[in-house]
């Protein structure tokens, strides 16, 4: 399940971080009425423009706390045009943060992404199944190490979603998938 912010009902043209600050406020309420698993979409369909400052508010700020007061959910941006998607991802890069872009159904990360990074989030996007980390190790050609710190790491950032899971021999293991 996901909840919506339409960030066109609240001006075709957004500016500064006052006024990110308030939508903030609206798109927290729409987190905490998620559960883990589910997906916050901000969608800026009929948004024209949005400055670097409101980006950084907006979406800086909220992805800064999510994995601290909303862990396992995801934050999702769709629609955007080719200036509020370079303003967006200027604004991550500044603050070394990644953000899930959703087009066509169709994953992609924004903002500072490292290669390796990407690789495995593509992976696991990809998956119709949550993967285990030895799973990886084989779809990537890495080593267990390498593959358990790309995942830490993309988790941290809530790029993806750990579950504990069951083996067929009844063994407990963990699973990582990325949002629906």
Known sequence: MERRLLLVNHGKQLWTRERAREIR???????????????????????????????????????????????????????????????LSKA???LGLIMIERKANK???????????????????ASREPL???????KLGINLTAVNERLSKLTGLALIRRQMGVSGAGRQHYTYLAPA
Request: with cysteine; net charge negative.
């Open 107 to 125: 994953l992609a990360l924004l903002g500072r992404v490292h290669p390796a990074d990407l690789e495995t989030f593509n992976v696991i996007a």
């Open 92 to 94: 991550l890069e500044s």
């Open 25 to 87: 406020t609206e798109l927290i309420k729409i987190f905490e009425g998620l559960q883990p698993g589910e997906a916050g979409v901000i969608d800026c369909k009929g948004v024209e423009v949005f400055d670097y400052s409101f980006a950084n508010e907006l979406f800086g700020k909220t992805l800064l706390s999510l994995s601290r007061e909303y862990p396992e959910r995801f934050l999702l941006v769709e629609n955007l045009t080719d200036y509020t998607r370079e303003n």
């Open 132 to 138: 285990t980390a030895v799973a990886l190790k084989g």
